[in-house]
């Protein structure tokens, strides 16, 4: 009887504790994010000043989401600098709304300082600009979901798409472009669009 009345103890004080943990979670986060968000991935990210943070950093405001590796040669200085165009065509009033999230393929050589050194050459303001790492178990996962194909390559170099996402403030993609071949007028359109919304 003793072991029956502990076990219901048991059971209502562990059910306690989880409504408990919930509500202050999603209090936590004023509201649960819709069932096709990014933000669902519960991943951790290291940004370029060494914070450790979330996919879901700018939850609030649209977000430019995309992946690069900081000594690739060739593709991501393209990629960066046309977000750099976007952000610069962009009216006052969406340009200060938009942040950009940028996920690095490579955890082990992007460390924050190398991830730093690109924000700075790229003048990345650091209060919309994040160039993030994730542990490599997660980077795949996170590639996954915001359409983005990679290989590493047996040189230590990485074949990747060049996929822009743009993220609305719930985390859920609502447009996606190939950056290489994507005129940056049309991204800038696509961003007016959503930060007036």
Known sequence: MKTVKTLGISVVLSVTVALFWSVTVQGKNNKKVPGDSIYQLDTQLTDQRGKTTKLDLYRGHPVVVSMFYASCPYACPMLLGKLKSVERDLPKKSRNKLRFLLISFN???????????????????????????????????IAAVLGIKYKKLEDGEYSHSTIINLVNSQGVVVKHFDSLNKPIKDIVTAVTELTSK
């Open 107 to 141: 955890p082990k050589e992007d460390t924050p300082k190398v991830l730093n050194e690109v924000a700075r050459r790229y003048k990345a303001d650091a209060k919309r600009w994040r160039f993030t790492s994730a542990a490599k178990e997660n980077v795949r996962e």
